[in-house]
């Protein structure tokens, strides 16, 4: 086993080039930051406008909702071998993701950085998250202690012994007092799915894929009692408090990112932390510190070959033993708008609108500044109570001056209307260079005298790039839910047999089977409003001629108009029956309808043990609701010895909407004592 010294030696050089690449990337970020947020520029000067325009915050969210819907709704689908394991397997996906994961959050930040920055990045790992309660237990004797000691989710951290002496037979017995029981409590335990910040993302450099960096690290911020807390729990080895609480100096350590960090601060009109020194304990164990988390490539059980390992380190001290990475590689994925061949380095909307904010910006401040100009004009004069005077005049005020006459107002005139010009033809570059249009935000001032159909068609084309945009973000969203399937399968579900209240059957699941993702991105509202359109006139065909036809069973129907449910993102699983419940509906008709059959051939057999000729009891069954010839291959079947194979069974009693002879779902017993017809009876 390769020891503490040599991993930190070995891993030092890939974490000095990693936090290198990062010390290159968080200025490009704290400036796009500044660009996003129209920070002023510098160069204001008081009495003119001060306005920044907002090109890069608008593109960005106008943008967001496009992409937003790619996960909303019933928006992936799974393509397998079993189509009840399938929707199984979807259901349950969701139910971990989303109901108990709440990854709409992260979705969010994931698309917020894959427009304003590098790269979104998310993280797929498996965790098992507890807590511990304490209890107290006044008093118990040796059998019960055993017991509690033995269970497998406590722990027993403090008891006092209390000996005791039989008075039969002299013995002594042990009993415990003032027990103190530490118990782990299970918060959840399966994939989890999170967006990791850009300022924690490291990487090695000059990579085109991420499984090909030697480092992938991800830096969160802890406190120093987290460590101690893991240390406690067992995650961590015993000495790391103390070893990081000794290498411990300041809050913030890493250069790489403090001016982005600072920046943020101050976006937020927080004061910037300043460094703090920590002296006494109270203080340390809040004191900030980085975990390093790193996915690397090296020995580690000295074979000479190169294994995927996991290692945890904190100020150059080892928290965790490297162990091998059970997700063979770095459990991360890359999302980026636009990308660039052969990197995974995309650019954003803050760098690609930066110089036209800048243009908008000085046009709208130069329409501002005119307008001011040409309504409050100026004024001239030499004597200098006079200029006092009306440096504080404001409208409709009266300024006092020692001579009349000496005033003369400055007349600029109107604004240049080139400007105006100016301003709509930037507009367009704009909209141009964004891709989101007058038209995509429904302010089409071009609009009057067009059908609806070119309206349609116009917003169908600026809708392209964001299509193309959403297309790019489903791939990376594909591979997080392959991702999630491979925990699945390494880590087996104990959520118990009957997980999501009742609608998903976790046996019933193949884990190891062959699954495909797919998402369905589209884009717009009226976009789904047009696949619901379409949804609408399948559900129309199939109930109308594809269910006769034999193309499609009840089931197609279901999935159609839960998927357009989820077009016009609407939820109508509580208006009609599941596939699990209507399956077990037609098993339970098909149920039915047999033990009617049985009744009924019953019946027959014995009206014919009676001497009924066979036309008498063709007309008793025809009275009971039962076609002539289904009565026909009933009476043939009884005859011939044929029980359980005359007759279709959809030809039952039920599918014609008769009753069963004798009434209430019993044979009928022959004789008048019971109402039955007896061979007397039936001419």
């Known amino acids: 086993m390769i020891s503490d010294q040599e991993l930190t030696s070995a891993l030092r050089p890939l974490i000095d080039d990693a936090k290198r690449l990062q010390e290159q990337l968080s200025p490009e970020r704290e400036k796009f930051n500044s660009i996003y947020n ?15 325009a907002p090109v890069a915050f608008d593109t960005v969210e106008w943008i967001k909702p496009f992409l937003g819907d790619i996960f909303n709704g019933d928006f992936f689908t799974i393509d397998g071998n079993d189509d009840v394991a399938t929707q199984q ?32 990045v998310f993280k797929i790992t498996h965790q098992d998250n507890f807590h511990f309660e304490n209890q107290e237990i006044e008093q118990l004797n040796e059998a019960q202690f055993q017991a509690l000691s033995g269970a497998e989710e406590l722990e027993v951290t403090k008891y006092d012994e209390v000996p005791e002496q039989n008075p039969l037979d002299g013995t002594t017995v042990m009993n415990y007092e003032n027990i103190k029981v530490r118990q782990r409590i299970q918060d959840y335990k399966g994939p989890v799915v999170e967006c990791v910040p850009p300022t924690e993302f490291y990487m090695s450099a000059g990579y085109a894929k991420l499984e090909n960096c030697p480092l992938v690290a991800h830096v969160p911020k802890r406190t120093l009692d987290y460590i101690k807390t893991k240390e406690r729990d067992g995650i961590y080895k015993k000495g790391s408090y103390e070893a990081v609480k000794a290498k411990i100096a300041s809050r913030f350590d890493n250069p790489e990112t403090s001016g982005e960090i600072a920046a943020l601060f101050e976006a937020s009109g927080l004061e910037v932390p300043s460094e703090i020194t920590y002296a006494d304990d109270m203080v340390i164990a809040n ?20 294994e995927s390992a996991i290692v945890v380190m904190c100020e150059d001290v080892v928290l965790q033993d490297p ?53 409050k004009r100026g004024w001239l004069t030499t004597d200098v109570p006079t200029q006092n005077a009306l440096r504080k005049w404001v409208p409709g005020d009266t300024a006092r001056v020692d001579k ?4 003369e107002p400055i007349d600029f005139g109107a604004p240049n209307q080139f400007m105006f010009k100016a301003y709509d033809q930037v507009s367009g570059e704009i909209d141009r260079h964004s891709g989101v249009s007058e038209a995509a935000q429904g302010l089409d001032r071009q609009a009057a005298n067009k059908t609806a159909a070119a309206m349609e068609m116009k917003l169908t084309v600026t809708q392209q790039r964001q299509r193309l945009y959403a297309l790019r973000l489903s791939r990376t969203f594909e591979k997080v839910l392959r ?47 047009q696949k619901a359109q379409i949804m609408d006139q399948h559900i129309r065909f199939m109930t109308e001629v594809g269910i006769q036809m034999g193309i499609g069973d009840p089931t197609h129907i ?3 108009t839960d998927k357009k449910a989820a077009f016009l993102n609407m939820d109508m699983s509580d208006l009609h029956y599941s596939e699990e419940e209507f399956n077990q509906k037609q098993q339970q008709q098909q149920q039915e309808q047999e033990q009617q059959k049985q009744q009924v051939m019953q019946f027959v057999q014995q009206l014919l043990s009676q001497g009924a000729p066979p036309e008498a009891i063709q007309k008793e069954l025809e009275q009971k609701g039962i076609p002539p010839e ?35 779902g019993q044979p009928a017993p022959a004789g008048p004592a019971s109402g039955g017809s007896a061979a007397p009876q039936v001419g």
């Not at 399968?489 to 609608?503: K, L, S």
Request: negative net charge.
């Open 38 to 52: 129209a920070d002023p520029y510098g160069n204001e000067r008081p009495g003119w406008a001060t306005t920044v």
């Open 89 to 120: 397997l979807k259901e349950y996906i969701r139910f971990k993701l989303w109901t108990q994961g709440h990854i709409d959050e992260q979705i969010d930040d994931f698309v917020h950085y894959s427009l304003t920055s590098h790269y979104g």
């Open 287 to 306: 004191a900030d510190v980085e975990i390093w988390e790193c996915y690397v490539e090296m020995d580690i059980d000295g074979d000479g070959y190169l």
């Open 323 to 375: 162990v091998e990475n059970e997700y063979m590689t770095a459990p991360f994925e890359l999302g980026v708008v636009m990308k660039k061949p052969h990197e995974m380095l995309g650019y954003n909307f803050c760098s690609i609108m930066e110089d036209w904010q800048r243009v908008a910006t000085n046009l709208q401040r130069g329409i501002q500044d005119a307008s001011l100009i040409s309504t």
């Open 404 to 407: 009349l006459g000496n005033v």
């Open 483 to 529: 991702r999630v399937l491979d925990i699945f399968r390494n880590h087996t579900p104990e959520d118990g047999q009957r997980a999501v209240g009742g609608d998903v059957f976790i046996d019933k699941i193949d884990f190891r089977g062959e699954y495909f993702f797919k998402i369905d991105v589209g884009v717009g509202v009226n976009e789904n409003q």
């Open 558 to 560: 279901i999935r159609a």
């Open 630 to 664: 289904a009565a026909q291959q009933l009476i043939q079947g009884v005859m011939n010895g044929e029980q359980g194979q005359a007759g279709p069974s959809n030809q039952g009693p039920m599918a014609q909407g008769g009753q069963p002879p004798g009434g209430g």
